[in-house]
């Protein structure tokens, strides 16, 4: 059974960072492309940044360009998402999800980042 | 960005009876590749989002029957043929062909 397990979401200050993590079971993690995407609160979801299966590619949506940073340990199963100055405009849920025929076939349960002073 | 418009934005159905939701995206979805990666997804209240389709019309694993998809090029269609109590939530539908987008969401809930 493929499971998507999110962890480190907190309540964080304007500027501050955070890492969220993502473990991946059930599955050969190496083989796909994962994604982090994110939902604000009465929102539809948002793909914030991707990473290739062997970690050599990655993408982000204009608005974290230079702020987040997706990356992966192939050997632990395991993305995650560092996120730097963060703004109240970033508080959302945060999904990791894998990535198969261009769209998003499982999604973990998500973690609650909140950006407040 | 390739933006998706859906609706109607809340759709109230009577159980048993047919739901229809309309996706048209601002760029033609067809990719280079010839496949065209439109996909629909059901979010439950407090559940994450689960995909119900993708390449227009090829229903996920598990997903009933009832649900189905169609459309081409700019347009699309996921419809119930008859609603069920589960079936009420938001109703995403989403892009691969460009950076993945999705709609604003269709929230169906029960007459």
């Known amino acids: 059974e493929v499971q998507l397990v999110e962890s480190g979401g907190a309540v964080v200050q304007p500027g501050g960072s955070l890492r969220l993590s993502c473990a991946a079971s059930?599955?050969?993690?190496?083989?796909?492309?994962m994604s982090w995407v994110r939902q604000a609160p009465g929102k539809g979801p948002e793909r914030v940044a991707n990473?290739?299966?062997?970690?050599?590619?990655?993408y982000y949506v204009d608005s974290v360009k230079g702020r987040f940073t997706i990356s992966r340990d192939n050997a632990k199963n395991s993305v995650y998402l560092q996120m730097n100055s963060l703004r109240v405009e970033d508080t959302a849920i945060y999904y990791c999800?894998?990535?198969?025929?261009?769209?998003?076939?499982?999604w973990g349960q998500g973690t609650l980042v909140t950006v407040s002073s | 960005d390739v933006v998706l418009t859906q609706s109607p934005l809340s759709l109230p159905v009577t159980l048993g009876q047919p739901a229809s939701i309309s996706c048209t995206s601002s760029?033609?979805?067809?990719?280079?590749?010839?496949?065209?990666?439109l996909s629909w997804f059901q979010q439950r209240p407090g559940q994450s989002p689960r995909r119900l389709i993708y390449?227009?019309?090829n229903r996920d694993s598990g997903v009933p029957d009832r649900f189905s998809g169609s459309g081409s090029g700019t347009d699309f269609t996921l419809k119930i043929s008859r609603v069920e109590a589960e079936d009420v939530g938001v109703y995403y539908c989403?892009?691969?062909?460009?950076?993945?987008?999705f709609g604003q969401g269709t929230k169906v809930e029960i007459k």
């Open positions: 999800a894998r990535d198969e025929s261009k769209s998003f076939d499982y």
């Open positions: 059930g599955f050969t993690f190496s083989s796909f492309w």
């Open positions: 990473i290739k299966e062997d970690g050599g590619e990655t």
């Open positions: 760029q033609s979805l067809v990719n280079t590749d010839g496949n065209t990666y």
């Open positions: 390449k227009v019309s």
């Open positions: 989403m892009q691969g062909t460009h950076w993945k987008t």
